[in-house]
């Protein structure tokens, strides 16, 4: 009988209302601490950020040249195995068997000098790449100057810079779920870079320079690819500013479900670091042109000012994980494109003297009395504007009072030929029977 017995089932220690209140303390609970984390959060100071970035940039490029020496190594290693089983099978060549002629070559090209070195070109311009000073660029800050005036007039006076930004954030890569990005402000500062410290060094092939272990040869250098780069530190403290306005759309469960504006404001506060230039020379067999190329070194340093704000009634101001997103894609993006081992290219027009590119002397006499022609004809045709204006209203006010106007010149015709004391009408010299009186006598 004890066997019958159903054994007594356990009761829930908590009720429905408790797990209810319990459930909600939680959810506020992580509402909080990400609140309090994640938006509201003490970003970190500019100095450890810059740091931190800094040495991941530094491991990246070591981890690089440590790739390019082993595919160095191994490439050269091939190379020796090759030359040996190349000088193998020239040995084992019949006796019998003439080596290959070579064609002979012309006597025009082999009289033209030979190709400048890196060397040569050193000891032509009495550079020393191991004890020169670096020079300071004044004159280079000058013409920088001028150019970047030049541009923020230019600027100022046409919108196309408002336009190529505008077109450049709404691209066909923009998410679904960002709203039209609109351009508010847009402030080009008012200083300039300041450049120093240049100074050459030999680069391999690879744009690593030549270590304190690595010697370079002055005469074979071109040949195996090394080339001259200049080096020189940038420093910049201004505040260039860009605002845009945009919405983030929330289109779940359906489209336009919920709508956030947004507005951003960064400002490019201060860059530093060092700008490397080298010119890559044409290869006439590929038909490439002469090619600059710069990029920056992965030891600069580059502060934003990012300002932010959400919400159209209860609005969120300057959340710090937001201007930390928008700095480390900023940051990302200039890496990208310019810091090494990336570099720019920029391929380099003909530096040859050509007629179309001439200006001055008779050309600029001739462009100044074509345009003193062009004015004298544009004067000659206002001028007949004018007359025929004036033509046409004569000829309205006479269709218009064709008696009156006949009568004021007959009578200005009169009175210029009156004499004082004469009658109306009559003609001084002029005697009422026609004869001539004695004034013509």
Request: net charge neutral.
């Amino acid at each position: 009988m004890a066997q019958d017995v159903c054994p007594a089932k356990s009761e829930p220690t908590l009720s429905f209302t408790q797990g209810f209140i319990l459930g909600q303390i939680s959810v506020v609970v992580v509402l909080a601490v990400f609140i309090k984390f994640f938006i509201f959060g003490d970003p970190p100071s500019p100095e450890a950020t810059a740091s931190r970035a800094a040495a991941e940039r530094r491991s990246q490029t070591l981890a690089h040249k440590q790739s390019l020496l082993s595919l160095r190594t191994s490439s050269n290693a091939n190379a020796n195995a090759n030359s040996n089983a190349n000088s193998n099978a020239a040995g084992s060549r019949p006796t019998g068997q003439p080596p290959a002629l070579n064609k002979k070559k012309s006597s025009i090209l082999r009289s033209s000098p030979p190709t400048l070195t890196i060397g040569s070109i050193l000891d032509k311009t009495y550079y020393k790449v191991d004890s020169h000073q670096p020079e300071s660029l004044d004159w280079f800050n000058v013409l920088v100057a001028q150019t970047i005036a030049q541009f923020r007039s230019d600027a100022q006076h046409d919108d196309a810079i408002l336009t190529s930004l505008t077109k450049a954030l709404n691209g066909t890569s923009r998410p679904d779920f960002v709203d039209e990005i609109r351009v508010t402000e847009l402030s080009l500062g008012d200083d300039f870079p300041i450049f120093s410290n240049c100074r050459v060094i030999p680069v391999d092939e690879d744009g690593l320079d030549f270590g304190p272990g690595k010697a370079m040869d002055p005469s074979t250098a071109t040949r195996e690819g090394a080339r001259l780069q200049a080096r020189m530190d940038v420093d910049l403290s201004d505040m260039i500013t860009m605002a845009v306005e945009t919405k983030l759309l929330l289109n779940y469960p359906k489209r336009l479900s919920a709508v956030l504006p947004v507005a951003l404001a960064v400002s490019v506060v201060r860059f530093s670091g060092t700008l490397s230039i080298s010119f890559v020379p044409s290869n006439p067999s590929e038909n490439t042109p002469t090619k600059m190329t710069f990029t920056f070194l992965d030891d600069y340093r580059l502060d934003f000012s990012i300002r932010s704000l959400l919400g159209s009634r209860s609005k969120l101001q300057d959340v710090p994980k937001i201007a930390q997103l928008v700095e480390s894609r900023l940051h990302r993006w200039f890496d990208e494109r310019c810091v090494e081992p990336r570099f720019q290219e920029i391929a380099l027009p003909s530096l040859w003297p050509r007629k179309r590119n001439t200006r001055g002397g008779d050309d600029a006499i001739a462009d100044v009395g074509r345009s003193m022609s062009m004015s004298k004809a544009k004067g000659v045709d206002i001028l007949k504007d004018v007359r025929d204006e004036a033509r046409r209203q004569a000829s309205a006010e006479t269709d218009g009072r064709p008696d009156s106007l006949r009568m004021r010149r007959r009578q200005r015709a009169e009175d210029a030929f009156s004499m004082p004391g004469s009658m109306p009408g009559s003609i001084p010299g002029m005697a009422l029977d026609g004869s001539t009186s004695g004034v013509f006598s």
